[in-house]
């Protein structure tokens, strides 16, 4: 376990993300020192770096990397599109009242809908951090027609399976999309496509604090590695799962693990690598 | 490759999505006979069976298997959680603009919001189904602002890394996780943990017919395997795309493919086995 003391990057951080605005700001490459930019590199919990990615530096690279995008942001969807909603991430369990617990008991999601299929060895498990009151409760066909309905135009819903037997194996189920050891192979780290699943709180310490006291694991702590002001967690699979403000990006002296955010903080493993 | 003709299971397809509230029903195993039971399991797309989900069949193990999950359905979100939003799903991309053009030109996202940090190698896209009237426009500090503030209150958003170098890479980049031949080593399948994104739309088969003129590829088309009126598309890095009726599941005689929903279809590929 490799750990990493980044005050100068907390500087950085704390500059890149205490202004909401400056994150969609590309920093040039003179804000960091080729020190700092390595240090950086090694602390990184998004991404799965290539080897070819640390070559990156000429003028001309940074162009191709850096494509318009912007007829992408403006101008109508497809006519047909319009309707569309982004409802589900499916994601795969291993035990089912676990999952469920951490959703909905720490996260504050609610079960939305939920299908058994015992003959064929899976249920699944629709959540979204909803009012139960806007869900139709009942088992007649018609509030399970509804109920149907509700959950398949509700974006951001999370669909959890359930293949009957994974809670009775042993150690760790599923591939969490990170280049953990499940899915390595002779030294040889996976390219994990899948990265976490975010959601954003009105105030990531505060969350923090509460996640912390009901035995949550973390991740990272907000002021714990490089990036002050977020935090991720580890739902009961391992799958990260990413904590951010609705608001500004600030951060604060002090978090739930009691990190100072100015000494850049150690107790921070980044298993991405 | 392996190919299926499942014309017994159109018709219990049939039977349980022609009316949606029996989607939360659990048939009882006399709906199957014992080889119907086995030809559904070597066609499902959803799930990586494990061994031990073969020999879930008495009965003490499907109560084990079924747990009582209604107290996740009803009653208050815990207080600190009410305004929590299920933001993002960040999945790893290997060329930026094929996923946006995928994403935004055929899906009808739009890009919500990006930023890129060529000094440390990677951009990020985040994408969601929205009119772009209501994305925040333009380059000032109070622009930025505002569009980072939508973003993060906006459920359902897609965040695609896009890390550079990985366009000029061979071949397929990253684990989709259904165990395909990326991270399986030794013949041994991979348990990929996360499964598909899924968008919901008025009509499927309509949604399709122009999913189909513009070229993109199918993982199932609606008709084709086991499961009727639902389709399963793959974004350019293979990533899975389920598409799902916002109403009651119906099924249409043929399919874009031109594909029967009576003779169960053929040119299904099942590849999470």
Redesign the interface.
């Known amino acids: 376990m490799r750990r990493v003391s980044t005050s100068a990057l907390a500087a950085i951080f704390g500059l890149l993300f205490t202004?909401?605005?400056?994150?969609?700001?590309?920093?040039?490459?003179h804000?960091?020192r080729s020190s700092q930019?390595r240090v950086?590199?090694s602390t990184?919990t998004?991404?799965?770096?290539?080897s070819?990615?640390?070559?990156?530096n000429t003028q001309d690279?940074?162009k191709q990397?850096?494509?318009d995008?912007s007829q992408?942001?403006?101008?109508?969807?497809?006519a047909?599109?319009?309707?569309?909603?982004?409802?589900?991430?499916?994601?795969?369990v291993k035990d089912?009242?676990k999952s469920?617990h951490f959703y909905?008991?720490v996260?504050?999601?609610?079960?939305?809908?939920?299908?058994?299929?015992?003959?064929?060895?899976?249920?699944?498990?629709f959540?979204?951090?909803v009012?139960?009151v806007h869900?139709p409760?009942g088992d007649d066909?018609?509030a399970?027609?509804a109920?149907?309905?509700y959950c398949?135009?509700l974006?951001?819903?999370?669909?959890l399976?359930?293949?009957?037997?994974?809670e009775?194996?042993d150690g760790q189920?599923?591939?969490?999309?990170n280049a953990d050891s499940?899915?390595t192979?002779?030294g040889e780290k996976?390219?994990?496509?899948?990265?976490?699943?975010?959601?954003?709180?009105?105030d990531v310490y505060?969350?923090c604090e509460?996640f912390q006291q009901m035995g949550v694991e973390f991740h990272k702590t907000p002021n714990s590695g490089g990036m002050k002001g977020l935090a991720f967690l580890k739902d009961p699979?391992g799958?990260l799962v990413?904590v951010?403000?609705?608001?500004?990006m600030i951060q604060k002296p002090v978090d739930c693990a009691g990190i100072e955010a100015n000494n850049g903080g150690e107790g921070y493993k980044d298993n991405s690598k």
């Open positions: 202004n909401a605005s400056s994150f969609t700001t590309a920093f040039s490459s804000h960091l930019r950086f590199q990184s998004r991404f799965n770096m290539s070819s990615s640390a070559a990156a690279q940074q990397y850096q494509p995008v992408f942001m403006t101008g109508d969807r497809p047909e599109t319009k309707d569309y909603v982004m409802q589900q991430t499916m994601l795969r089912p009242l469920l909905c008991s996260l504050g999601f609610k079960l939305v809908m939920y299908s058994e299929f015992p003959q064929w060895g899976f249920n699944v498990y959540v979204a951090p009012d139960s869900i409760q066909e018609t399970k027609a109920r149907w309905k398949m135009n974006p951001g819903c999370i669909e399976t359930y293949n009957y037997g994974t009775q194996e189920v599923y591939n969490t999309g499940t899915g192979t002779n996976v390219k994990g496509g899948f990265g976490h699943i975010g959601i954003t709180v009105p505060e969350a509460r699979d799958y990413e951010l403000p609705q608001g500004p």
